[in-house]
């Protein structure tokens, strides 16, 4: 064991085997997640074994549209059960948060909660998609083996990496469009000491699933007309809406959950999916679940424009009130679904303006917005692009879609500057854009840098006495203490040399007594408080006694801060294997 430990810890081969490892068991927690989820959904709606639900038209029990009301019931009831049982502190750690913040650590009871939820939520016919807890499961799977093997913490974030690009790859059977997920949100940059252990990963991933399930049902667009160079001024135009049609649910999500604030948090969640099973009712039945059955639809059927816009207006409204009320899932099957109905409604609308009929093409509209929506939403536009290629079959949409993927990644970034991912943390109060791993500054605390000796003296000393304690030589600065044994501020061991006898006290040469340091800042919190103060080395006080506990210089900080920047830059390019 101790071996297998090592080999794990020091060998790329081993941690490409790990990998295999940790993508084989992501694949059969998919089809864990989604057999689970789907029962719950026959059960409820009386689904056959080959329908989806928001594409199946045997809804005949109006009373199954409560559904959504009961989940959101079961899931409040589940919530109040977690607590009693283990009360919570925090929310629970997800796969992004744990690389950029914790060093790619996930507690065992957070993702089992968070699929626990999930499935409830999507089983129940929330407007959520599985996405979120199949990541959520890869990735607690990976963490939980890294720990064991005593990985170290780039090694851990790497493997959380290959956890979520192995449940994306299952989830869609779509091998690169996990790998990169998995390198644009989770691990949060690209390196070729990454590559194989994150491909390996997917590709294990793939070959459980496809065995389990069959091969994934193809998206089906039809024969695609050779792309003339008037469709790429529409296909930015294209992106540039999806954007803001994006930004508008992500700010409406927010919007929910100010309106339900009012609603005792035991309800909220069954309010939101009254209000969902009634758009279901009286819209669409379409917005129910994460949107399978609706999609396959929208690209093979040909609706009408007053179809499309009720479906794209009751989708989007659904999906930003589950998640507002509270139901757990993410948006990234629904950023598909909402994208391809808004393709094919900028289709409709470009034909009604007389466009040329070889920028026609449904299909291809349809696949553009789906690629464009879902870079604006889950924030990774080389993932939806491969998304494409590989659902599609058809390498040609691809170059089609590029430009308004790009648009529509911009149009996010510079109007508002998160992800849907990013954007909860942000309603959370926690400043995370990427997964970038900033955890680390955190760590690197003024606690930790501190020295825990420094040279004290009372501020009653007088001149003479100061001078005999401490010579020219023997230290560069004293932390002054008042009578009561408080910090009262700092004096220059060279200033008070040069102080004549019959000069002033010690007193007036006091320095920064309002800028101290507490043990719990990190290393960007201090530099900043250096900065403002002009100073060259402060004191650690205790915040509630005022007693001095430590010192710390600027110089010493910032060596600290390089070192661990540049071992973060060796971590990621793998210069340090």
């Not at 890869?138 to 956890?163: K, Q």
């Not at 061991?493 to 320095?511: K, R, Y």
């Not at 910032?558 to 830059?569: H, I, K, N, S």
């Amino acid at each position: 064991m101790v071996l297998l430990r090592s080999r794990m810890r020091h060998g790329e081969v081993g941690l490409i085997v790990l990998a295999s490892v940790v993508g084989a068991a992501t694949g059969l927690l998919v089809a864990g997640i989604g057999r689970a989820s789907w029962s719950i959904q026959a059960a409820l709606f009386a689904l056959s074994p080959t329908e989806r639900l928001s594409g199946s038209t045997g809804l005949h029990r109006p009373l199954a549209l409560l559904a959504p009301a009961a989940g959101g019931l079961a899931l409040a009831l589940l919530g109040l059960l977690i607590a009693r049982i283990a009360p919570r502190t925090r929310q629970p750690v997800d796969p992004i948060e744990a690389n950029a913040l914790h060093g790619g650590r996930i507690p065992a009871r957070d993702g089992i909660e968070v699929v626990a939820q999930n499935v409830l939520s999507n089983g129940a016919g929330a407007s959520v998609g599985l996405e979120a807890g199949y990541t959520q499961a890869g990735a607690t799977a990976a963490a939980l083996f890294g720990e064991w093997l005593g990985l170290r913490r780039s090694d851990l974030r790497l493997l959380v990496g290959c956890g979520a690009a192995a449940a994306i790859s299952a989830a869609f059977g779509a091998p690169l469009t996990g790998a990169f997920y998995a390198f644009e949100l989770v691990i949060g940059t690209y390196s070729l000491a990454g590559f194989l252990p994150v491909v390996t990963a997917a590709l294990a991933a793939d070959g459980v699933i496809s065995a389990l399930n069959g091969p994934p049902v193809a998206l089906l667009i039809g024969e695609v007309a050779p792309i003339g160079p008037g469709f790429y001024p529409m296909s930015l135009l294209l992106g540039v809406v999806a954007g803001l049609v994006a930004i508008g649910i992500m700010r409406a999500v927010g919007i929910v959950e100010t309106l339900l604030r009012p609603v005792p948090g035991f309800f909220r969640p069954m309010v939101g999916g009254l209000v969902v099973g009634l758009l279901a009712l009286t819209a669409t039945r379409a917005v129910l679940g994460a949107g399978h059955g609706a999609l396959h639809l929208v690209l093979d059927l040909d609706l009408s424009l007053k179809a499309l816009l009720v479906l794209l207006v009751a989708k989007a409204a659904a999906s930003a009130i589950s998640v507002g009320a509270g139901f757990r899932g993410g948006l990234f099957f629904a950023s598909l679904l909402l994208g391809a109905v808004l393709g094919r409604v900028g289709g409709e609308l470009a034909a009604a303006l007389g466009a040329r009929p070889e920028v026609l093409d449904a299909g291809l509209w349809a696949t553009a917005g789906m690629a464009a929506f879902g870079a604006a939403i889950v924030g990774a536009p080389l993932a939806m692009t491969f998304l494409v290629i590989e659902t599609t079959g058809a390498f040609a949409p691809a170059l089609a879609v590029l430009p308004a993927v790009a648009a529509a990644a911009l149009t996010v970034r510079r109007l508002f500057g998160f992800s849907f991912a990013t954007w909860r943390f942000h309603l959370r109060g926690e400043a995370i854009r990427s997964a970038h791993d900033i955890g680390w500054v955190r760590d690197l605390t003024v606690g930790r840098l501190m020295r825990h000796d420094p040279r004290t003296a009372p501020l009653g000393m007088s001149v003479a006495d100061f001078r005999a304690a401490f010579p020219l030589g023997s230290t560069t600065r004293v932390v002054m203490l008042d009578q009561a044994g408080h910090y009262a501020g700092i004096v220059l061991v060279s200033e008070a040399h040069a102080l004549p006898e019959d000069g002033p006290g010690l007193d007036t040469l006091l320095h920064h007594q309002n800028a101290v340091l507490t043990e719990s800042m990190d290393a960007k919190a201090a530099m900043a408080l250096f900065d403002a103060s002009g100073a060259e080395a402060l004191a650690v006080v205790a915040p509630v006694t005022s007693r001095v506990t430590g010192l710390l210089t600027e110089a010493h900080l910032l060596r600290r801060y390089g070192e661990e920047l540049e071992r973060r830059r060796q971590d990621e390019t793998g210069l340090n294997g």
